[in-house]
């Protein structure tokens, strides 16, 4: 089924959680050429589960996601899409209920290798049909098909809006040349530490100075140059809108994926015919500076090209707070 769910970052997703939580449905392909996934046994609860665990202060969700998934199963992954989250309540230290929200992530195994731990003692590669078997929860029996409803055959696009530039009515030269301010560099900071968990290899920008700032120590960290584009801009998306998102399909069917930072007045145009495209219903797309879209396609089949069939939306790459 396509998502549309934001990521779990946004308080409109959980007005008053008291504990946050991610976790992911790692996965990798088998020596048969299928798809498994890992499953882990933790003699705490004496119970099989998909890796998860409590955000550290300070930290976002897809930064736990990743941290707790080499925590638990000693595999470094990449993100992929934002399956769902899981609402629960659960009993704290002192024997009152409180609830707790965990944001799951499609995430490919990378380079890693397990050893058992006092809080995992077992892990087990299993096909998706293997593992509804073993799961000890039917909530994350349903996370297990979120996922295998959209299979692992697929691509992902990184669309960032820049970071924060001031007012342009407020700036004198070329705006073209408009540079981040304090708040905006803290935003493509933060960005450099977010974007990397799902993997970037080729980095694509509008050319303006402040989308080209907020994704250049990025670009530098992945050894790539910035490939400026004025398809990717305001004025050269809208005067052929069609040229443009024909651009940027073209971006997804090379290998890699893709980092694009574009602005505020492209960006919800194009998740938007992106969506209608594939017939995929999103509602209008927000796009607050400094936010991402994380875009997940189907495979090209035949003249259709690449389908949207799954936007997430950050509002932020900085931190939600975290409950004392």
């Not at 994350?140 to 299979?151: A, H, K, N, P």
């Not at 691509?155 to 030269?173: P, Q, Y």
């Not at 960005?191 to 250049?216: I, M, N, W």
Request: glycine letters at 8%; aromatic letters at 6%; one cysteine or more.
């Amino acid at each position: 089924m396509p998502s549309t769910e934001p990521l779990p970052d946004s308080p409109l997703l959980h007005p008053a959680p008291e504990v946050h939580a991610a976790g992911a449905v790692l996965w990798r392909i088998g020596e048969r050429g299928t798809a498994e996934v890992a499953v882990v046994h933790r003699p705490r609860y004496d119970d099989w589960s998909l890796p998860k665990g409590k955000l550290d202060p300070g930290e976002t969700v897809p930064a736990a996601a990743v941290r707790e998934v080499e925590e638990e199963t000693g595999y470094r992954c990449v993100l992929g899409r934002f399956l769902t989250k899981l609402i629960y309540p659960v009993a704290d230290g002192n024997g009152e209920t409180v609830t707790k929200a965990v944001g799951y992530f499609s995430a490919r195994a990378a380079d890693g290798a397990f050893e058992p731990n006092a809080e995992v003692d077992q892990l087990a590669w299993l096909t998706p049909e293997q593992a509804r078997t073993v799961l000890t929860y039917r909530t994350e029996i349903d996370v297990l098909d979120e996922f295998c409803s959209l299979g692992t055959s697929l691509s992902t696009m990184l669309l960032v809006r820049h970071g924060k530039a001031g007012k342009r009515h407020n700036w004198n030269g070329d705006d073209d040349l408009r540079p981040l301010t304090e708040a905006g560099m803290r935003q493509s900071a933060a960005l450099r530490k977010l974007l990397p968990l799902f993997g970037p290899e080729r980095v694509y920008s509008a050319p303006r100075v402040r989308c080209v700032q907020t994704v250049q120590a990025l670009a530098a960290d992945l050894g790539t140059e910035i490939v400026s584009d004025p398809l990717l801009s305001e004025e050269g998306y809208w005067r052929d809108p069609a040229v443009s998102l024909a651009r940027l399909l073209s971006l997804v069917t090379d290998s890699g994926t893709p980092l694009v930072c574009s602005q505020g007045g492209v960006i919800p145009a194009v998740v938007t015919a992106l969506a209608e495209r594939s017939g995929l219903p999103i509602g209008e797309p927000a796009s607050k500076k400094g936010s991402l879209w994380l875009l997940t396609f189907s495979p090209a089949a035949g003249n259709l090209g690449p389908q949207l069939i799954a936007a997430n939306y950050l509002p932020s790459p900085l931190p939600a707070p975290i409950p004392a």
